[in-house]
T-cell receptor, first 114, second 114 residues
Framework: NAGVTQTPKFRILKIGQSMTLQCTQD?????MYWYRQDPGMGLKLIYY???????DKGEVPNGYNVSRSTTEDFPLRLELAAPSQTSVYFC?????????????FGQGTRLTVV | AQTVTQSQPEMSVQEAETVTLSCTYD???????LFWYKQPPSRQMILVIR??????QNATENRFSVNFQKAAKSFSLKISDSQLGDAAMYFC???????????FGTGTRLTIIP
C-alpha cells in the first residue's frame, strides 16, 4: 500500500500565483485532512472532509479551497498565493468509526511564496 | 475548542537515559483519543503511541510508555533507553470520538546527546 501520497514535495510560488496540492490515499479512508505547519509550530487544520462531496473548514481556511469528488483524492487549492502561506502542508486520512484508528500522513509539501 | 499544550519547546537527554515529555489538554468530553507523533528531519509524521481515554491502563510500545492522568488531563510520554534515532520533534495530539479532527500541541524538540 502506498498510504497517503502528496505531490509535489517542494514548490516555490510567486505572490499572486495559484497552485493545487494533490493528495491521494489508497486505504479507503473516509476522513481526509489538510494541515499546515509553520516553523517551530504544531499542525493547524485548514480543511477536512468526512467523505466524497462533503468538506468543512478547520482553524485556518482563509486563502484555500478544497474539493472531494472521490474517496481517494482531496486536493488543496491556493488562489492568489501570499507570503503568509509559506509553510509545510500535510495531507492526512483516517477511518471514522474504528476505535483507536490513527491518522496516516503524507510526507508533506514545502511551499515557499516569494 | 480543545487545546493541547506542550510546555517544553526543547529537551535533551543522554543516550541510554530516560526522558519524559509533557502534554496537557483541555476538554469537556469523557471519551477521546490521545496520541504522540514523532517527526524526524525527514518531516514524516510517525505514530509513536496512542491511548484511549476509557482505558485506565497506560499504553506501552517497547521503549515508549505514557502516563495518562485523566482527571488532571495530562498525557506524558516516557522514552526509556534513549537512542540517537529518537532525536525528533514530538507532538501530542487529541481527537474526540465522532469528531475526527486531530488537535496538535506545538511540539517538543528532543535532542539525544551521545
Amino acid at each position: 500500500n502506498a498510504g497517503v501520497t502528496q505531490t509535489p514535495k517542494f514548490r516555490i510560488l510567486k505572490i499572486g500565483q495559484s497552485m493545487t496540492l494533490q493528495c491521494t490515499q489508497d486505504m479507503n479512508h473516509n476522513y481526509m485532512y489538510w494541515y499546515r505547519q509553520d516553523p517551530g509550530m504544531g499542525l493547524k487544520l485548514i480543511y477536512y472532509s468526512v467523505g466524497a462531496g462533503i468538506t468543512d473548514k478547520g482553524e485556518v481556511p482563509n486563502g484555500y479551497n478544497v474539493s472531494r469528488s472521490t474517496t481517494e483524492d482531496f486536493p488543496l487549492r491556493l488562489e492568489l498565493a501570499a507570503p503568509s502561506q509559506t509553510s509545510v502542508y500535510f495531507c492526512a486520512s483516517t477511518l471514522q468509526g474504528a476505535r483507536s484508528t490513527e491518522a496516516f500522513f503524507g510526507q508533506g509539501t514545502r511551499l515557499t511564496v516569494v | 475548542a480543545q487545546t493541547v499544550t506542550q510546555s517544553q519547546p526543547e529537551m535533551s537527554v543522554q543516550e541510554a537515559e530516560t526522558v519524559t515529555l509533557s502534554c496537557t489538554y483541555d476538554t469537556s468530553e469523557s471519551d477521546y483519543y490521545l496520541f504522540w507523533y514523532k517527526q524526524p528531519p525527514s518531516r514524516q509524521m510517525i505514530l509513536v503511541i496512542r491511548q484511549e481515554a476509557y482505558k485506565q491502563q497506560n499504553a506501552t510500545e517497547n521503549r515508549f510508555s505514557v502516563n495518562f492522568q485523566k482527571a488532571a488531563k495530562s498525557f506524558s510520554l516516557k522514552i526509556s533507553d534513549s537512542q540517537l534515532g529518537d532525536a525528533a520533534m514530538y507532538f501530542c495530539a487529541y481527537r474526540e470520538i465522532g469528531n475526527e479532527k486531530l488537535t496538535f500541541g506545538t511540539g517538543t524538540r528532543l535532542t539525544i546527546i551521545p
